[in-house]
């Protein structure tokens, strides 16, 4: 497989993982109904994956002892990114969290301009321009966020901060590979969602007891096992091979899954403007891999 079809595929795989993981607020629904309410939901989908690889991660102990402080340092970043942001819409206007954790194309567009010396082309801000003005069309930025800051706001700026400095590191790590850096995550994520729900914050839920969660796991179990390790997978895969800002620009696939299906399912707002967020955002998701396609057919028809 050429770069060019290696990038391809990663940039397919990581947008459909997005539009996977907006579909992740109906399971989060369905355990606050049935009684694991807030961040201890959030502890659950963390820790069942991490239970489920325990065997790879045995059988690849030899290689994630030796991927050395950047494999341990991005799993302990890409966790608590995703811990925040999952605490982010505990603790704050959903609204507010998705507009705080995605301004993540930013950051991770500047840290790499900036650590792994990547140049920002017109083509990338045309894409970020995009993604963005679909973001503030679907959250109605131009209503206000009235309300001083609160602690889930700064979760969600936090979460994107952590996310994209994620990103850099396992962009720049040449010996790593999708598969550490997904046990990784997911043991770290773990740690980070465990000592979030045992922080004395204010609007924290209790702990559930034994016999609610047994009463989910006939379902959670295989939504965790379709709709969180595989896509995972995919994303830190993808963090391998693409440029930190254009991982985050395809990533925001979530937003409008989670948009669309919300207004199928919960009833909520699905008009012109929302229509019109999904249509930028996947404008911005199909951009490079389109040019690179055209791009590609070009160099090909030349003699």
């Known amino acids: 497989m050429t770069k060019l079809s290696t990038e391809n595929t990663a940039m397919l795989a990581v947008a459909l993982s997005g539009l996977a993981w907006g579909l992740f607020w109906i399971p989060l629904r369905a355990l606050d109904v049935a009684g694991i309410m807030g961040v201890w939901a959030v502890v659950l989908f963390y820790v069942l994956p991490a239970l489920f690889l325990l065997p790879a991660i045995i059988l690849r102990r030899r290689r994630i002892i ?28 959903v609204v507010r969290a998705l507009l705080f954790y995605y301004l993540t194309p930013v950051w991770s567009t500047l840290l790499a301009r900036v650590l792994l010396g990547e140049r920002i082309t017109m083509h990338r801000w045309a894409m970020i321009g995009l993604a963005l003005t679909g ?24 979460g994107g901060l952590l996310w994209a400095v994620a990103a850099v590191v396992m962009n720049s790590d040449e ?4 598969i550490d850096f997904t046990l990784s995550y997911f043991v770290w994520g773990s740690v980070a969602a465990l000592l979030l729900a045992l922080l004395p914050i204010e609007g924290a839920t209790s702990a559930p007891d034994w016999e609610t969660i047994r009463s989910v796991l006939w379902w959670i179990v295989p939504v965790a096992i379709v709709l969180v390790i595989p896509p995972a997978f995919a994303i830190m895969w993808g963090a391998t091979v693409l440029s930190p800002g254009l991982l985050a620009i395809l990533f925001m696939t979530e937003i409008s899954a989670g948009t669309v299906t919300a207004a199928i399912w919960a009833d909520e707002p699905f008009g012109l403007r929302q229509i019109l967020g999904v249509l930028l955002i996947t404008a911005a998701g199909v951009l ?11 160099l090909e028809s030349r003699p």
């Open 135 to 158: 973001l503030m069309f679907i959250l109605r930025v131009d209503e206000g966020l009235g309300g001083a800051f609160n602690i889930g706001d700064w979760m969600g700026i936090a």
């Open 175 to 178: 010996g790593g590979n999708g």
């Open 66 to 93: 030796a991927g050395g402080w950047r494999l341990h340092l991005a799993g302990l970043l890409a966790g608590t990114s995703l811990v925040c942001y999952a605490g982010a819409l505990v603790f704050t206007d």
């Open 288 to 298: 490079e891999p389109v040019t690179n396609l055209l791009r590609g057919k070009t």
